[in-house]
């Protein structure tokens, strides 16, 4: 789907949505099951892997797989990456369609079924923003929902995945859809009417509020979008507690708590992230990763979460959205004036700028941001790599970090070493294979 239009309706693992709401920038999942996870216990043989050679990646895989979770793991990961880019062909092709060809005439059907959404005053425009917005996304539910149902349930369910049944699935697939379609709809509705204010500089004013309302919902994401769907309650385990604190002493974090995270509510899988920004700032732990994972393996996830911050990535990546965001939005207006006036010295009516180019707007950004996601996620790779490095140097085993990163990976049936293109144009963490070699 459309990130701009419905970035968490895919619920293979509803955790990974969370980003549409906060953005990545302001929650840092350094253990993504994007790319790492349980279906029995890593295989290891008999030699030390706290002081394990460099080995080539057909001895890692064997090292820590056996040869049927490694065909489980790749079968795994080829299908979901097959349906995943089917589902963004789907989405650029709906918005495209919407932009280009039908749009216009459902706007037209709408102010003759209801015409009280004609006219260009301020409630009007509302009326038919929201109106076109449910039409949007009705029918991209409609359209999309089958690819939804197979890649979100029937795969998970299928390698033992999901912990959840249909109807389970479908009532939190609902609350994301309306989730996505509440916050479009107020964004989208300020997106027209910002456009319609500030004239040829809207760009400008779009981005820097935009960035604003971005940390805004990075504070409240912890707060009151995780808790509608995972059971979210402060970590009681006190000796895990004092070794959480001596890792924080030396570093300028406070965390408002560590908060166990329901996760196998929904997913077998494991996890942990920072999110939140503030006073909402705090470390999420998956009950699935707390229970499967010895106490020095977790000291080791939190240690990663730990380097995030110490880095100050996310500082660093909400700067960047914020110089990326007038670059973004900059071509968008450049886009428009082609699109409407044939060159880019052509000034549109902003002050009038109709509603059915909302769809149009949508769809360059999924364009802009599809080019922009391979050199955002080389970014985000060089994070939870500094993360990492620091997590080895602060945790006091490299032999708990690796078996953390084994367990990961059998536990989340990741691909040790998925192809080069995949990992450059869209994972957000490097392959799990390559951080394990990494340890010394």
């Known amino acids: 789907m459309s990130e701009n239009l419905r970035k968490s309706e895919d619920t293979r693992n509803t955790s990974e949505s969370f980003s549409a709401f906060s953005s990545s920038e302001t929650v840092l999942d350094g253990w993504s099951p994007e790319e790492t996870s349980f279906s029995g216990q890593p295989v290891v043989t008999g030699r030390d892997i706290s002081t394990a050679e460099v080995l080539s990646e057909e001895e890692l895989c064997a090292e820590i797989m056996s040869p049927e979770?490694?065909?489980?793991?790749?079968e795994y990961g080829r299908i979901s990456l097959r349906y995943s880019l089917l589902d963004r062909a789907v989405d650029l092709l709906f918005l495209g369609l919407m932009a280009f060809l039908f749009t216009k005439p459902l706007i037209?059907?709408?102010?003759?079924?209801?015409?009280?959404?004609?006219?260009?005053?301020?409630?009007?425009?509302?009326?038919?923003?929201?109106?076109?917005?449910?039409?949007?996304?009705?029918?991209?539910?409609?359209?999309?929902?089958?690819?939804?149902?197979?890649?979100?349930?029937?795969?998970?369910?299928?390698?033992?995945?999901?912990?959840l049944t249909p109807f389970h699935w479908f009532r939190r697939y609902l609350l994301q859809l309306l989730l996505v379609f509440v916050l479009n709809l107020f964004l989208m509705t300020a997106f027209l009417f910002l456009i319609r204010l500030s004239g040829s500089l809207w760009w400008a004013v779009v981005s820097v509020l935009f960035f604003l309302f971005s940390m805004v919902l990075g504070c409240l994401v912890?707060?009151?979008?995780?808790?509608?769907?995972?059971?979210?309650?402060?970590?009681?385990?006190?000796s895990l507690m004092e070794r959480f604190l001596e890792l924080t002493r030396s570093t300028t974090l406070r965390l408002t708590g560590i908060y166990r995270l329901d996760l196998s509510i929904e997913t077998s899988k494991a996890?942990?992230?920072?999110?939140?920004?503030?006073?909402?700032?705090?470390?999420?732990?998956?009950?699935?990763?707390?229970?499967?994972?010895?106490?020095?393996?977790?000291?080791?996830?939190?240690?990663?979460?730990?380097?995030?911050?110490v880095h100050r990535h996310i500082l660093k990546l909400m700067s960047g959205m914020f110089f990326?965001?007038?670059?973004?939005?900059?071509?968008?207006?450049?886009?428009l004036r082609f699109w409407l006036g044939g060159s880019a010295f052509v000034v549109p009516d902003y002050a009038h700028l109709p509603v059915w180019t909302i769809p149009f707007f949508l769809f360059v950004m999924?364009?802009?941001?599809?080019?922009?996601?391979?050199?955002q996620n080389a970014v985000s790779r060089k994070f939870e790599r500094q993360a990492d490095t620091y997590a080895l140097k602060h945790c006091g085993s490299a032999g708990a970090m690796r078996s953390a990163f084994i367990k990961l990976a059998v536990q989340n049936k990741a691909d040790p070493f998925p192809s080069k293109w995949e990992v450059f144009w869209l994972h957000s963490h490097p392959a799990i294979g390559e951080r394990i070699q990494s340890i010394r």
């Open 366 to 375: 999924s364009i802009i941001g599809m080019f922009l996601e391979p050199f």
């Open 271 to 309: 996890n942990a992230m920072l999110a939140g920004l503030g006073t909402t700032r705090r470390v999420l732990l998956g009950d699935t990763l707390l229970k499967n994972f010895t106490d020095d393996e977790i000291i080791a996830v939190f240690a990663h979460e730990v380097g995030h911050h």
């Open 108 to 163: 037209g059907w709408l102010v003759q079924v209801f015409p009280f959404l004609s006219g260009s005053g301020v409630f009007p425009t509302i009326g038919l923003t929201a109106a076109l917005m449910t039409c949007l996304t009705f029918l991209h539910a409609v359209i999309s929902f089958p690819l939804s149902f197979f890649n979100g349930w029937v795969i998970e369910k299928r390698f033992g995945l999901s912990n």
């Open 324 to 335: 990326a965001s007038f670059a973004i939005f900059w071509l968008a207006d450049l886009a």
């Open 222 to 238: 912890p707060v009151l979008v995780m808790p509608l769907f995972y059971r979210v309650e402060k970590l009681e385990n006190e």
């Open 69 to 74: 979770q490694l065909a489980e793991s790749r």
